[in-house]
């Protein structure tokens, strides 16, 4: 300050002291006091209430039939997912092509299997042998068939609740996947165009990659809703982790234990995804100075270095 | 130009162009020899980027014919009919034409070097490694070797663009566009994208550059052109164009930014 002497004011202004704003909260402490006090009481409850067998929660937990319907679980949701998000991609892609055909067959199968309750398809699904008994391969329009199924035989409850849960997802992430197509930049599409790349180079590695930034938070949550909507399965018996433990209830009547047993995996299941979530996105917003920047130019070296092009 | 009796680089004749009501071009027609460098200017809206665009057919035009390096842009002529290319050959006469946003538009997903790379391996179907080295050499060229590892959103505007112009070239493109280069950049980071379309053009590319940049238009221009309402209204010499322009149009636009 080469003016010093005409602002002493101000300089006088810098060396006051600071003092921060109180902020004891009576109000907060009684709230926080209470809602302890309130879970206490709810866990103690919980612990000792003779209503609640947890020596059956206990020795239900890792029962194999458990087991085997937690991996059901489990392969429902993948399985489901994947190809619901190949089925979205695809969708998504046919509804912004500029075919009027692909068009609208994109828009009809979004429209009615968003609009249509899962349950009452899972249960079409499960009944597809009242509509066509047989499944085969051949001439279509009553010609000919080549290969023919019992369709009672080949579509199981397991195959019926992957079909149901599969379709339903594809119409769902069809959307998510347009939204992100969408949100790229119209001049990322001409870039790659005035490269020379064709339709599907822009597609696969100019637009979807820069899509994925939009897409991968929202299907994380598709992944994790599927985790518990897959307990939709055990109305047509699917032997998903539900209707195993309803199996085991039906049986020795221990209906809350084995929903908590239940429970129990579900919460595991939802909060590793979770997780896996969390670290996915991280790798996705690359380049998006989703990191502060010179974290993220230390981190290169370790994440793409011999993975130039 | 009048030295030129060679075929040149790039011809457009008479073309025209509407999006809906607007006529955007109105008969436009230019030559530009091999090695030239045409620099456009005009007021916003005039359709110097339309006219650009139509050049590798990022937009289809309605009347005349653009021809590149003797190739018709677009269509087949047989037996006096204009047949409309298919995509697979609209995308190799794209790969030979190569062109600059005034945006930039690199791809922010992958770093300087991939970026570079991105063309010739995905069109061209050039190796890995070879790809690795000629974005390396490019990168060089256009004083950037340093950051090839950044990604888009590391680095400045100015060496954004030249990224850009280094990916264009790992094309090995016939003629170049730019589109208002240096129009999107902080005063200070103009010169160093101007230097390195400087060196091009020493090095003998053809170029069209649609600029505001008049001391760029008049050093390293062969020619200037003045479009207005989609049409070219004034052209010649840029020296002579930019001191006495014959058309009042020229004169209250140079008026305007000079
Ligand atoms: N895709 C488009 N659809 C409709 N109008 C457009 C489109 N592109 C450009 N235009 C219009 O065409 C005219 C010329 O635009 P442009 O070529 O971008 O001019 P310049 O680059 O000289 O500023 C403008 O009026 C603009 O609004
Ligand atoms: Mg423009």
Known sequence: ???????????????????????????????????????????????????????????????????????VTIALTVVSMTVGVLLGVLTAVMQLSGNVVLRGAASLYTWFFRGTPLLVQLIFWFNFALVFPQIGIGIPFGGPKLVEWQTNALITPFVAGLLGLTINEGAYMSEIVRAGINAVDPGQREAAEALGMSHAQVLRRVVLPQAMRVIIPPTG???????????????????????????????????IALLIVASVWYLLLTTIASVGQHFVEKRFNRGHGGLPRRIGRNLLPFTRRERLV | MSTATAEPMVRIRSVRKRFGPLEVLRGVSLDVPDSGVVCVIGPSGSG????????????????????????????????????????RELNRQRAKIGMVFQRFHLFPHRTAAENVAEGPVTVQGMGKRQARDLAAELLERVGLADRAHHYPAQLSGGQQQRVAIARSLAMRPKIMLFDEPTSALDPELVQEVLAVMRDLAEGGMTMIVVTHEMNFAREVGDHLVFMDDGAIVEQGVPREVLAEPRHERTRAFLGQVL
């Open chain 1, 1 to 71: 300050m080469s003016t010093a002497g005409v602002l002493p004011a101000e300089d006088d202004a810098a060396e006051l002291p600071v003092v921060p704003a109180r902020t004891v909260r009576p109000g907060r402490w009684v709230a926080a006091a209470a809602a302890t006090l309130f879970l206490a009481w709810l866990a103690y409850t919980i612990i000792v209430s003779p209503n609640l067998h947890w020596d059956v929660v206990v020795g239900n937990q890792f029962d194999h039939r458990i087991l085997t319907g937690l991996w």
């Open chain 1, 221 to 255: 949550n598709q992944f994790i809703s599927m985790l518990k909507t897959t307990s939709m399965v055990s109305v047509i018996a699917g032997a998903d982790l539900l209707t195993v433990a309803q199996h085991i209830y039906l049986d020795n009547f221990e209906v």
């Open chain 2, 48 to 87: 110097k980027s339309t006219l650009l665009r139509c050049v590798n057919r990022l937009e289809t035009i309605d009347a005349g014919r653009i021809w590149v390096d003797g190739e018709l842009i677009g269509y087949r002529e047989v037996g006096g009919r204009l047949h409309a290319l298919p995509p």
